[in-house]
């Protein structure tokens, strides 16, 4: 095997707290970036890709562990990369020539000599006769290919991409996807590895190498395998389908172990935490879901259930994960399929739904148990917000904190398991909710 390029080693990223405990949010981890491939990391938001990303790229520091670059301290080498970001990050003020000269510039590189590798790698990206346009007059694949050429003209050994296709419509990022893969075949880019974040499944078994899956709370590698499809790859094909499957399911079942693949794999499982994470998704979405799915008889690939709905994996996601934490469905094989409570909840008229959805929750989340016991508890049936924010803030961090908050709130309320009081930041039970005149006494004295 080739030397790598690029080598993590126990690489870890958290932040410091007031109470001596730290926010976790990539946990140690080794990987190597080695000369020839194209690597894939795929991960759900919040598990840490692009903080990831930075770090092997030398733009941000780790917490604990070390970046080698060719075997020395990344600190201490002459690091060579390219980046393509999510946004187009073009400076508007200058032409499309003067954009892709600019980290030439920024290098000591001779006007000559930069307008020279400038124009080449714009033939390259097929950009040519567009150097005299500034960003405003191009289309958003060609902004895109501006920034490609930008990273390309330093001839990075290594061209790190975070999400670059995102902001694309369908049609043009799948025609950037074909060059890019016809650029590196045929060598024509000065690049000798990619690696490439992405929440697109499809997009990165099409390029791909390699494959990293990252679990969250905190990032770490749930799976690492070489994608020995040939290229060009049909995504229409069984070997394909079944991968796209595979990775789903990694994606869904984050309290699983992954199953073997018929290829090598690194797996590490994911964390137990004391509290679950609670997916951000309404009782509304849910209920949704669950419709639709007794609409496709009760089973349905995410992938394609996703596809139907014009809906972006990330937006679905959490809306799986919720009725799957409820018990409303499973995940199986890469296919969402409904349960006998999840058919029961779907077809019930609103008040058995209710009924159906509080009997789930305070069966399944942890956090709503507590939050009804304590309040069958007190004598006031009353809890302050911040008892259970201190609880949370040991696991999450204070934006996270907020949101598991926020979102039990949501349907603790659609249960009718309790009410917040907002005013006075407190959880109350309803049938002992104080009427407005006695709130208002409490409050001036």
């Known amino acids: 095997m080739a030397e790598p390029i690029i080598r993590a080693q126990q690489v870890e990223k958290y932040y410091a707290q007031p109470s001596e405990n730290r926010i976790q949010v990539i946990a140690p981890t080794d990987l190597e970036i080695v000369p020839g491939e194209i690597v894939a990391l795929l991960g759900p938001s919040g598990s840490g890709k692009s903080t990831l990303l930075r770090m092997l790229a030398g733009l941000s520091q780790p917490s604990a562990g070390q970046v080698f670059w060719h075997g020395k301290p990344i600190l201490q080498a002459a690091v060579n990369v390219g980046i393509v970001f999510q946004s187009f990050a073009l400076f508007p003020w200058l032409t499309v020539l003067e954009n892709v000269e600019a980290p030439l510039m920024a290098r000591g590189v001779t006007s000559d000599q930069r307008r020279e590798q400038s124009l080449k790698i714009l033939d390259t990206v097929g950009l040519d006769g567009f150097q005299a346009a500034y960003p405003k007059e191009l289309s958003g694949g060609m902004r895109q290919r501006v920034g490609f050429a930008r990273a390309l003209v330093v001839q990075p050994e290594v061209l790190f991409m975070d999400e670059p296709f995102s902001a694309l419509d369908v049609l043009t990022a799948e025609n950037l996807r074909s060059e890019l893969l016809e650029l590196w075949h045929k060598k024509t880019i000065p690049t000798q590895s990619i690696f490439l974040v992405t929440h697109n499944i499809e997009e990165a078994l099409l390029l791909a190498d390699r494959i990293i899956v990252l679990g969250r709370n905190p990032g770490h590698v749930r799976v690492d395998f070489p994608v020995t499809l040939t290229q060009p790859r049909n995504r229409k094909s069984t070997s394909f389908t079944q991968l796209v499957d595979y990775i789903y399911k990694v994606l869904t079942r984050p309290d699983v172990a992954p199953a073997a693949v018929p290829q090598r794999l690194a797996v590490r499982d994911q964390r137990q935490m004391h509290y679950q994470m609670l997916p951000h998704a309404r009782p509304g979405g849910i209920a949704g879901l669950l419709e639709l799915l007794i609409d496709y008889n009760g089973r349905a690939d995410i992938y394609r259930l996703a596809d139907d709905l014009a809906f972006e994996i990330d937006d679905l996601l959490p809306i ?76 999450f961090s204070a934006d996270e904190t907020l949101r598991q908050l926020e979102t039990a709130i949501s349907w603790g309320r659609y249960a009718e398991l309790f009410d917040f009081d907002a005013s006075r930041r407190r959880f109350i039970l309803p049938e002992h909710e104080e009427a407005p005149e006695v709130v208002e006494e409490a409050q001036a004295e």
């Open 320 to 395: 799986v994960d919720a009725a799957q934490l409820l018990c409303f469905l499973k995940v199986e094989e890469g296919d969402a399929a409904i349960t006998p409570a999840g058919r029961e909840y779907a077809e019930s008229e609103i008040l058995r739904q209710k009924e159906l959805f509080r009997k789930a929750a305070v069966e399944n989340v942890l956090l709503l148990r507590q939050i009804t016991r304590a309040l069958d508890t007190k004598s006031d049936h009353t809890v302050p917000e911040e008892f259970f924010l201190d609880m949370l803030d040991e696991q």
